[in-house]
């Protein structure tokens, strides 16, 4: 079912003309990143897939802590990315964790953009965090007191990333289950 637009006193109303009152939103764009629905006043944009600016993918400085974007990131194990990122946001929106100043926050992202310059990366990249996500994941953890994830969980993902290398299109028929218990085993 598809949104038409939203009021302001939280109506969600669709394009079949029916509507439902929503606490929560969660808008599922696939890897195409559009927010029509979104007024930032030019602080948000996407630019060639980049939405910014986003202090470590979830925060826009001059909009933080009140606006937020969880899931941003793309491919590599999404899910974890999606909860660690939940619970960060939490932390900070509840006061158990405090963000940075918004300058330190701007700073940050623009270095982060600039390295991606240097690198050749296109914006469209920006949120590719598939060589970095081992370690994106483990600074989330840190910023909500958890210990770094397992080991485990990385080793079935550095083997996934092989299998699509090595298989392409049939990388979702190969599953050797006394493999994969011997990672977990570890």
Not at 45 to 59: A, C, K
Not at 130 to 154: F, S
Request: glycine share 8%; aromatic share 14%; charged share 20%.
């Amino acid at each position: 079912m598809m949104i038409d637009h939203v009021c302001e006193d939280g109506r969600v109303v669709f394009q079949d003309g029916s509507s439902v009152c929503a606490d929560t939103i969660f808008y599922c764009t696939g890897f195409k990143y559009r927010y029509p629905f979104l007024e930032t006043n030019g602080v948000v944009t996407v630019d060639e897939n980049r939405v910014g600016p986003l202090y470590s993918h979830v925060f826009p400085p001059s909009l933080a802590p009140g606006l937020s974007f969880i899931g941003i990131p793309v491919k590599g194990p999404i899910f974890n990315t999606i909860e660690l990122q939940s619970k960060w946001v939490a932390h900070v929106l509840s006061g158990k964790v405090l963000l940075p100043k918004e300058e330190e926050m701007m700073a940050s992202t623009n270095e982060f953009y600039k390295k991606m310059q240097e690198l050749g990366l296109p914006k469209r990249s920006t949120h590719f965090l598939t060589p970095y996500q081992v370690g994106y994941q483990n600074w989330l953890c840190a910023q909500i007191g958890l210990p770094p994830l397992e080991k485990w969980r990385y080793q079935m993902y550095e083997e996934s990333v092989k299998n699509i290398i090595e298989m392409r299109d049939g990388y979702k028929d190969r599953w050797d289950d006394a493999y994969w218990d011997g990672i977990i085993n570890l």
